[in-house]
C-alpha cells in the first residue's frame, strides 16, 4: 500500500495542477466561459496541441498574486495530505506577463501559497523557471536571464517545456549556459513527444543532471546504458504518458525497464488532472499496476530527494523523515 508512504516530486506544471473545481470558480470570479475546455468537471483535449490551449486557456484564469498564493496553497497542501514531503513546481515568468501582473509578483504569489502550504503541513517546495519551446530560443533565453537573477530564493532550477517537436535542443544551449553559469539546477523535457534523439541531444548539448520524461530512451540500448552509467535521473510521469498516447497503456510503459536497466527513476504527475492522475496515484499504479515493492517506490522517493534542486541541509532533512 502506497497511500502512507512519504512522497516526492521533481515535476509538476503548477497551472496544470489546477483542480477543475478550483478553475472553475476561478472563472465565475472573472466571469470566464469554460465550455471550450471544461466538460462536465474534467478538462477537454484530444492531443498535445489542444492540451497546451486547454492548459493555457486555465493559466489565464489566475490574474492577481493572491490568485497564485491560491493555486500552490491548494494544490501544494493536498498533495501533502497525500504524503508529500518535497515538491518541484514548473513555473513560468512568462504566465505572468501573459496575464499582465509580471513574472515578480507572479512569484511572489506562488511563494506566498507554498509558505501558507508549508506552516500547515511541513511541505518543502522549490520553483524550477521553465522556458517555453514554443515559444523560440529569444523567449527562453529571457525565461533564463530571469531565473539567473535569482529573484527569489525558492527558484532553484531551469527547465524547458511545451512543443519537442519544435526547434533542436542546440537551440537553446544559450539559454541553459544562462542558467547554469548562475549556479542554478538543470533539467529538461525531452523524449516525450520525440523520441530517443532528443533524450541524447538534451546529454549532448545542455548535460543535465535529470531529464523530464527521458522515457523514449528506451528506443535505443545505448542510450538506456548511458543514461544509467551518467546516473542522470528520470522525472517519470507514467500517467501523463499513457493519457497523450506516448505509450498506449501502463503495462507497456518502460519505467520497469529503465529501472531494471539501473537507470534513476523518480515518479511524477506532470498536469495532474489534466492527465486524470495524481501524485498519490502515479504511486499506487507504480505498486498495483507496475509491480514494484515498497522497497522499490520508497528508493525512487529517495533518488527524488537525491536529485532535488536544494541545499545541501534540506535535502538531509528530507532524507531523515523517510
Ligand atoms: N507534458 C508536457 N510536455 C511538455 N510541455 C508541457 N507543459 C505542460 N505539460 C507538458
Ligand atoms: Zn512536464
Redesign the pocket.
Known sequence: MTTSMPKAELHC?I??ATPPALALSQAARYGIDTTAFIRAGAYAWQD?TS??QS?DATANLFRTEQDYALLAETYLTEIAQAGAIYSEL?VSPDQGDAVGIGADAYIAGLAEGAERAKAKTGIETRFII?G??HFGPERVVKAAEYAARRPHPLITGFNL????RMHRVADFVRAFDIARDAGLGITI?AG??SGAFSVRDALDHVRPSRI??GVRAIEDADLVRRLADEGVVLEV?PG?NVA?DVFPDFESHPLRALHAAGVRVTLNA??PP??HTSLAREYALASSVMGFSDVEILGMTRTAIEAAFVDEPTRQRLLAAL
Not at 517545456?161 to 519537442?164: L, S
Request: aromatic share 18%.
Open positions: 506544471h497551472e496544470g498535445f492540451f497546451v492548459y514548473i521553465v517555453i519551446r517545456a511545451g512543443e519537442e523535457h516525450e513527444l523530464s520524461h510521469c501523463s497523450l506532470d498536469d489534466f492527465f
